[in-house]
């Protein structure tokens, strides 16, 4: 296994414990979700505000992860077409070889044979190239939207049919959890990242 497959097996490894993680990061959200409700329905807007906050933190966790998954496998899809290029690229130099041979010989059927295996490898060549194009180009992470504490807290009390009491609509809003990693977070997952191709 070449240097290029190693790390392209590195990156798929990474980007699907990446995805597995977003996985629970999501379940975790449910269950604060589920805790939420049932705080507001026994009329405990502190621990139900607390539930609210986690929810959407585990919520942003999940993003996160999702995104830097997906820069992952466009990196992947890189790698992969980079893979598949340098075989392709033997390939077409063993045909060169046998149109060397025939040309010599000028055996009419040797050349006709060797351009069709020419053509079909050329033609695998662009059906690869395509889908990597597009699997790269859809690999870009979805922005998402803040929602902040009360939204949420709304949201759910609008399910499970409780009226949220007017106390917990005139207390201050909580501080917003940061969705997006910082300048010093991010240069630390480009290390990282740098760290996992080597």
């Known amino acids: 296994m070449s240097g290029l497959e190693k790390a392209l097996f590195n990156l798929k490894f990474t980007a699907k414990q990446l995805n597995r993680q977003a996985a629970k990061a999501g379940k975790d959200e449910t269950a604060e ?92 060549l662009d059906v690869a190239t395509g889908y990597y194009e597009n699997a790269t180009s859809q690999a870009t992470a979805v922005g998402t939207p803040q929602d902040d504490v009360d939204k949420l807290m709304s949201q759910v009390a609008d399910e499970a049919g409780v009226e949220l009491q007017t106390e917990m609509r005139n207390a201050e809003a909580p501080v917003k959890v940061a969705a997006g990693p910082s300048e010093v977070e991010e240069e630390g997952l480009g290390e990282r990242l740098r760290a996992l191709r080597n």
Do not use: P
């Open 33 to 124: 979700k589920n805790k939420l409700k049932k705080a507001i329905q026994q009329n405990h807007s502190d621990i139900a505000k607390i539930y609210a906050q986690n929810a959407i933190r585990k919520q942003n966790e999940k993003l996160n992860l999702l995104r830097l998954a997906s820069r992952i496998d466009a990196v992947s899809s890189r790698v992969q077409t980079a893979v598949t290029m340098r075989q392709v690229t033997g390939s077409m130099a063993n045909v060169v070889r046998g149109m060397d041979s025939a040309m010599k010989a000028m055996d009419l059927e040797k050349i006709s044979n060797v351009m069709d295996k020419f053509e079909t490898q050329f033609e695998d």
